[in-house]
């Protein structure tokens, strides 16, 4: 898969304009959460899984976008996005959100039984930005550490600026919230064998070439596992989606271990780079983290 270099008029120079903040502050849960590559990958398919299950997203995604072609390419293309949200300097990340919602505004259409759908719809916004939040979050808690109920309420707290950049609504604000908006759509949530294909684009490996095929059978079980158990059972995505014992322990392994060693170029690295600090400092403690932005006159920002 050929590099992505730019986004939407952007770059993807993490690293530049020197200084100029995030949306995102760094000492936040969110900067914690997404530097993680291995609990990303899982949360990423439960939401796109959570997505699936409403037919109108599900059409205008299959319908409106590359993604019968080109499924990893424009699931790349919408991590980027949301890496930007979170570590990206705040000029970039608004003229890309910009640039997604007027992509959004040209998508309209029925779904194969005739409803008719429009992704500038809130109740879609609304819901794909609980998906993702859900997501990342729930793995980053299940696969690498376990977050508080405080930290849960925070990281979602901390994502309210950039998803009404979307156009968001009614962003969700405690893991409650997710509960109940989960309740109110479970009735029109259905099984499509588009949901077990893009499983099963996963598990080929196809994402990643050098990757163990192993690890993204493992990722693909895990995000089944991840979604609400009314959820699952009305996608019919049953036992043979468990994950083994093996499985199970092998992402712990990789999980904990990108969550010690920074990833060269990635996200975080750049964004702490163009912020000043340690190139490291999305994998430090918060006492470290703290004790950093004192020596800066920053005040910290986070619980965390």
Request: charged fraction near 20%; proline fraction near 8%; glycine fraction near 8%.
């Amino acid at each position: 898969m050929e590099p992505v270099t730019s986004y939407l008029g952007w770059n993807l120079d993490f690293t530049e304009p020197k200084g100029e903040p995030a949306l995102c502050a760094p000492d936040s849960i969110s900067w914690t959460v997404y530097k993680n590559p291995i609990s990303l990958a899982i949360g990423g398919v439960a939401a796109v899984l959570l997505e699936f299950a409403d037919a109108r997203i599900r059409s205008g995604v299959w319908d409106h976008s590359v993604y019968p072609t080109d499924p990893l390419g424009r699931s790349r293309r919408t991590g980027l996005a949301a890496m930007v949200g979170i570590y990206g300097p705040e000029s970039a990340a608004r003229r890309v959100i910009k640039g997604v919602n007027h992509m959004h505004a040209r998508v309209s259409g029925k779904t194969p039984t005739g409803e008719a759908y429009a992704a500038t719809d809130v109740e879609l916004l609304d819901w794909v930005s609980a998906t993702a939040a859900y997501g990342f979050m729930m793995a980053y808690d299940r696969y690498v550490t376990p977050l508080s109920y405080g930290e849960k309420c925070q990281f979602y707290e901390e994502s309210v600026p950039v998803v009404t950049l979307y156009g968001v609504k009614s962003p969700i604000r405690r893991p409650e919230d997710f509960e109940a908006m989960v309740r109110a759509r479970l009735p029109r949530f259905e099984p499509h064998q588009i949901n077990r294909d893009f499983l099963e684009i996963i598990k080929s490996g196809k994402a990643a070439r050098g990757v163990p095929k192993g690890l993204y059978v493992a990722i693909a079980n895990a995000a089944v596992g991840l979604l609400p158990g009314d959820v699952r059972h009305r996608l019919a995505l049953g036992g043979e989606f468990d994950l083994t014992l093996p499985q199970r322990l092998s992402l712990r392994m990789a999980a904990k271990l990108a969550n010690t060693v920074p990833a060269k170029n990635s996200p975080a690295v750049g964004a702490a780079q163009r912020l000043g600090l340690p190139h490291n400092f999305a994998w430090k403690s918060p006492a470290a983290k703290a004790r950093i932005l004192a020596e800066r006159g920053q005040a910290p920002v986070s619980a965390e």
